[in-house]
């Protein structure tokens, strides 16, 4: 069980939720590494109603140097030793009420207990070479992605490409990636907030008028991405003509998020793939779209 720090709704019908965890942020498939997940009961613990949980993106994790006191006991004697670890204490999560079991979870106030299982997954590799890499998220599938540019914000040319349908939606979560070091290029479908079009458009736009002026330093290394099918789609056929590499985060509906029940399997190249369990994060080349 943890503890809700704090619950705030940050634009209609988005809220962010604050949670308190003890957890280690090493090694990275045991704790919060950008790209895994949190599976949360949004029922209150005395109901059974709804049964499964719901899965969030971790979108932050806040963290400190624990002093950890062990302790020895021997017959005639008794040792402690403190060693230092860096744990994560808090987990924050950025999500839209959907249906009805994000309405439940908009419910929980401060000072309630969550039940959280996690976090789980697999998170982005962050095994790439070079040093211009481009984020992409399209909707919700930002929330994973303010997590990953704190992890690379002290990569030498880190572009943040973010689009939504408004600026409602997408202000909120620009507005913390825009604190860190990173060039931020934004595309709302009303033109509320940046450029109108999709992300995808802009980005297309970008590295169009990089090619005619044929300045191949600008060109990405790697690319990170998570959002709707569409854009993954249409950025994978992009990444396939250009020979560019990177990662998916994908989303499914889940049951257990624990690889058991297999509702949430995607076609992969590798062959059938749970989302939950070797993903949510797989090689952008991988991923079969049709299949999923
Ligand atoms: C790995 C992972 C990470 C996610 N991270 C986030 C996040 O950080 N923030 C966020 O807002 N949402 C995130 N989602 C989506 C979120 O889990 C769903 O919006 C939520 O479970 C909907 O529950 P509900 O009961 O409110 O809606 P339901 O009543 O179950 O469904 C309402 C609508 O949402 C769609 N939906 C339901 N579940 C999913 C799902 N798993 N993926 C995509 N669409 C779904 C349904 O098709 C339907 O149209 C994530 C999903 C996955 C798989
Ligand atoms: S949700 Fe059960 S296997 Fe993924």
């Known amino acids: 069980m943890a503890e809700v720090i704090s619950q705030t709704e940050i634009g209609p019908d988005l809220y962010k939720l604050t949670i308190s965890a003890r957890i280690p942020q090493e090694p990275a498939d045991r704790g919060a590494a950008p790209g895994r997940f949190c599976h949360l009961r949004v029922r209150q613990p005395e109901s059974w109603d709804p049964l499964l949980r719901r899965p969030l993106s971790i979108y ?16 005639t004697s008794h040792e402690t030793s403190h060693e230092t670890a860096y744990e994560t204490d808090q987990l924050e999560f950025v999500y839209q009420i959907r249906g009805r079991g994000t309405r439940l979870l908009s419910q929980f106030q401060a000072e309630d207990q969550i039940d959280c299982l996690g976090p789980l997954g697999s998170g982005f590799s962050l095994d790439f070479s070079g040093s211009n890499i481009i984020l992409v998220g399209g909707g919700l599938g930002i929330a994973p992605l303010y997590f990953l540019a704190q992890k690379l914000a002290d990569i030498n040319n880190l572009q943040v490409y973010l689009g939504a349908s408004s600026a409602a939606l997408l202000q909120p979560m620009s507005a913390d990636i825009a604190k860190l070091d990173v060039k931020l290029n934004l595309a709302t479908d009303d033109g509320s907030l940046g450029r109108a079009g999709t992300v995808f458009d802009i980005l297309r736009e970008d590295f169009a008028e990089t090619s005619c002026e044929g300045n191949k330093s600008k060109q990405p290394d790697y690319i990170f991405a998570c959002g709707p099918v569409p854009l993954l789609h249409s950025l994978q056929k992009y990444m396939t003509a250009n020979n560019l590499p990177g990662e998916f ?24 793939q749970r989302v939950c369990y070797e993903g949510p994060v797989f090689p952008a080349r991988e991923v079969i779209f049709n299949g999923c």
């Open 60 to 75: 932050n994790a806040g963290g400190y140097n624990s002093e950890l006191k062990v302790e020895t006991s021997h017959e």
């Open 249 to 272: 985060s994908l989303e499914k509906r889940m049951a257990c998020g624990s690889g058991v029940c297999l509702s949430c399997v995607c076609q992969t190249a590798s062959g059938n």
